[in-house]
Every structure is written in structure tokens, then in C-alpha cells.
């Protein structure tokens, strides 16, 4: 588990450094925007990528006072979006916002990956890219992250670019909800430039609220996806984040901390089929006597609301289960 060192806590955000044996600093930052788009599913659309983008220019601008995001040169900067859930990030906007910038770079580049039928992850759909590079280029991009494999092509690709068109890289800054593949992920692509560039000084990361579980099939839950679902447990979260869930009964015991990044905002009947799906079986659960306490038990064993007695024996219900089932499918039907 990552480890708290440092923190700033304001109104509007909370910046927590991470401790980790690595050369990539590592930060996780809360929000209210972000508390909200990993905790309701139904966050979804145009505000899904408006909240998202406020969320981007205040670690932005949180960066540049408590991070290493110092002396960015605006000409150096390129954002590179991932097709297609990294454009939700909003960062050309966000750096505009943050920064009063205008005259930074944006790349584009497809990164689709699918599962095989022996279970592993691979890209399928990598066609697409516009990438131009500038000296002495500074990477900024987001995007969700699990298994990894479409950042890890993503970030091979743009290394590769970069020796194609003679340039060299001065850095990545990543933003995710995710886990922690990505900073493994990241690790090794510093490791890398730190060898082929000379004028590269080093890469970041910030988490949205929290370093999230990632499911594979050894996971122990009644409902999960593999290599997919992001998890409340085991994670490492922000006291923001984990206080935030008990504000609602659905938020701790929801599947994933975003369900599909693309189709959230892109396809959006898609989107709510896949989080109805998830409350139909929760509700099936219920049928079969599974209880809200049982259930948070199993899905968020950390929540602190389980150490309460009282709370604990009120919540002993498949009657209320059934309640918040029924009540999420209903948000579904718009």
C-alpha cells in the first residue's frame, strides 16, 4: 500500500504526496468534481467531462505551487489524448484555464484494447495518430487506467515518435483514476528516457482520489469484471474520498470507481445499460438474501461506517438492498 508523506488541504482540493521508491513523483488529489464523477455513475455526459476538466485546472494549478510542475515552458507542451477516454481530461482547456496559456500543442493517438480468449488484454485499434512534437516536448495527458495496456502503448508510442522526428522528451504529467499499473507503467517509461534523453528531467502522476484496487480473477466479489472494475478495497484512498461514500448508500458499494471512461460521456444509453446491468444483479443478490451490510462488507471491508455497532445492525437488511437496487435502475431510465 502507498503511503501519505506530505498534504495541503484547502476549500477546494486536497494535494497529498506519495511515497514511493521511484524517480516519478507521485501525488493524489481530491475534489469535489472528482469525489463525485468516482462516486455517482450518474455523472455522466457533458458534465462528466466539465467536472472532470474543473478537477484538471485545479491539480494544475496545485502542481505548479506544491509539485514538480515548475518552469513548463508553454511552446514545450504538448497534450496528448488517447482516443477515446482521455479527451474527457479536458486538458488543453484546463491548461488555458490554469495556466493562460494558448500557443501549447495537442496530439491525438487510438489506444482500444480488448480481451482474448485466454483472458489477456491486448490493443486491438491503434491506427490513428497526429502527433508533432516540439524540442524538449513535456507530455501532459489523463486517461483511466487498469490493466495498463493502452498507456503502455500510448507512452511507447510517443517515445518512439520522438526518435523518428529527432526530438527529445523533457517529461510525462499523467492524470488518472486508476491503479497502480499506471505508475509502474510510467516508472519504466522514465527509466527509459532517462537513458535515450539527455535533456529529460523527470515525470509525475496524480491519482484522483485514490490508488484504486484493480480486479482480476482471483477477486473475491459477487460482481466483477477483471482487469476492468476499479475497487474500493484494497487502495489506497483520500480521507476525502472515503468520507464522500457514506453520503449515499449506492457510492461504496457501486462496481466500479467509473465504469467505461468512453461511452460515459460518447455513448451514453450504452453507458447506463452497463450500470443497469450491475443494479440487476445487485438486485438479484438481494433476492437471494444478500444484505446491505453483508454486501458493503464484502465490496468496502474498510469503510469505517462497519466499526459502528448501530450502524451495522440497521443495515442488516436484503429489503434495503433491494431499496437502493431499485432505486439506481430507476436513474437509468432517462
Not at 85 to 97: E, K, V
Request: hydrophobic share 40%; aromatic share 10%.
Amino acid at each position: 500500500m502507498a503511503t501519505i508523506i506530505e498534504m495541503t488541504v484547502t476549500q477546494s482540493l486536497a494535494f497529498y504526496t506519495i511515497s514511493r521508491p521511484s524517480s516519478v513523483a507521485c501525488y493524489l488529489v481530491s475534489t469535489p468534481q472528482t469525489r463525485a464523477i468516482c462516486s455517482d455513475p450518474f455523472v455522466f455526459g457533458v458534465r462528466y467531462t466539465d467536472l472532470l476538466r474543473e478537477a484538471s485546472i485545479a491539480a494544475l494549478q496545485s502542481l505548479a505551487l506544491y509539485g514538480r510542475q515548475r518552469g513548463l515552458k508553454e511552446h514545450s507542451v504538448v497534450v496528448l489524448n488517447i482516443l477515446r477516454g482521455g479527451l474527457n481530461y479536458g486538458l488543453r482547456d484546463a491548461l488555458a484555464r490554469a495556466y493562460g496559456w494558448d500557443a501549447h500543442r495537442t496530439a491525438f493517438i487510438s489506444s482500444q484494447r480488448a480481451r482474448d480468449d485466454n483472458g489477456e488484454w491486448h490493443i486491438t485499434e491503434n491506427r490513428y495518430h497526429k502527433i508533432s512534437l516540439p524540442d524538449n516536448a513535456h507530455i501532459i495527458f489523463g486517461d483511466v487506467v487498469a490493466t495498463g495496456v493502452s498507456l503502455q502503448h500510448a507512452l511507447d508510442r510517443i517515445v518512439e515518435v520522438a526518435r523518428e522526428q529527432r526530438k527529445s522528451i523533457h517529461g510525462f504529467t499523467f492524470f488518472t483514476i486508476g491503479g497502480a499499473r499506471a505508475v509502474e507503467i510510467l516508472e519504466a517509461v522514465d527509466y527509459e528516457c532517462r537513458r535515450q534523453f539527455s535533456e529529460y528531467v523527470g515525470s509525475s502522476i496524480v491519482y484522483y482520489e485514490g490508488i484504486f484496487g484493480v480486479a482480476d480473477d482471483t477477486s473475491k466479489l459477487s460482481i466483477v469484471l477483471p482487469g476492468t472494475d476499479l475497487l474500493h478495497s484494497p487502495a489506497t484512498l483520500t480521507p476525502e474520498f472515503i468520507q464522500y461514500q457514506a453520503t449515499a448508500l449506492p457510492y461504496a458499494i457501486e462496481r466500479c470507481a467509473i465504469y467505461d471512461a468512453g461511452s460515459r460521456s460518447f455513448d451514453v444509453p450504452e453507458y447506463l445499460d452497463d450500470v443497469a446491468g450491475y443494479w440487476r444483479a445487485i438486485r438479484d443478490l438481494a433476492d437471494h438474501g444478500m444484505t446491505y451490510r453483508d454486501y458493503l462488507t464484502e465490496r468496502f471491508p474498510e469503510d469505517p461506517r462497519l466499526s459502528d455497532t448501530e450502524w451495522r445492525d440497521t443495515h442488516a437488511s436484503a429489503n434495503l438492498l433491494r431499496q437502493v437496487a431499485e432505486q439506481q435502475l430507476a436513474k437509468t431510465l432517462v
